[in-house]
């Protein structure tokens, strides 16, 4: 979103309320959120609604990711600008004047309802795979078999999505099972020498192996896109200062979700998560 276009959202909460209520009800139908009913009507004097068929009262927020917040609405949609402009929540607290711990549950908020909404699909066609390790500073060694860091198992497309996970441990029966789940059968893979991925053969793939310990790249055999994808993701991870095992989850699929729509208008991909029911389930 232009600057111009979001200075007008933040003129006052009445601004930012229509913008969140146009966004919710696309059509411009407000329905109930708990029968979906289409026939409600509004308090005189107040921005409430109440279904005729259930009887149940809410606003334009309710039930949303949203709705959680209690900071003005305005600064809920600075809150979100600041996150899309990668600003740390101890940053955004400074600029938007609310406490630290405000910020930084509003940022988990948005990044909560991003793991929601992302629902897996089968990769195909070309696909690189290749696992790494995140964590903070610690001497000894490192790459595969690294003391104390978290192991990710990548899946990129060619041309497509990324697709990253957290695994246990990087054996060939965990990195197997994880393609299998996550790749259809009969596509083209492309890894390193890793002897954990000599299986992909017998499971169905065509498998093409690059050796790094003899070049990057071999013609289109290689794993550069998920390599690339590795760098992009420590990088912007490193301002964080350290993540807690805990939430490392989060802050990882915020990468892998910003890397899939890098190209389209996260300010608004944002809202429409935020917007939409908090899942029962969490």
Partial sequence: MRTKAFEKLIESEDAALRYLR??????????????NGRS?????????????????????LTGSWMASSKVDLTTRLWLVKLFELEV??????????VSYP??????????????????PDLFRREVELDESYFGGRRK???G????????VFGILERKGRV?????????GKTLIEETVKMVKRGSLVYTDKFRGYDALTFCGYRHLKVDHGKQFSRGRVHINGLEGFWSYAKGKLFKH?????EKFPLYLYEMQFRYNHRDEDLFELFLDYLLKPVPNVL
């Fill in 22 to 35: 146009r966004k919710r009800y696309k059509k411009g139908r407000v329905f109930c959120h708990a029968c």
């Fill in 40 to 60: 409600v009507y509004r308090f005189a004097g107040e921005i409430r609604y109440r279904c005729r068929r259930c009887g149940y009262t809410f606003g334009p």
């Fill in 88 to 97: 740390t929540a101890r940053q955004a607290a400074v600029q938007t004047g």
């Fill in 102 to 119: 405000t910020a930084l549950r509003f940022f988990t908020m948005i990044r909560r309802s991003i793991l929601a909404e992302e629902e």
């Fill in 140 to 142: 000894g060694k490192r």
């Fill in 144 to 151: 595969r078999g690294a003391a104390g860091k978290v192991p």
């Fill in 163 to 171: 697709q990253v996970t957290p695994v246990p441990n990087v054996t």
């Fill in 241 to 245: 200062h350290g993540v807690s095992p």
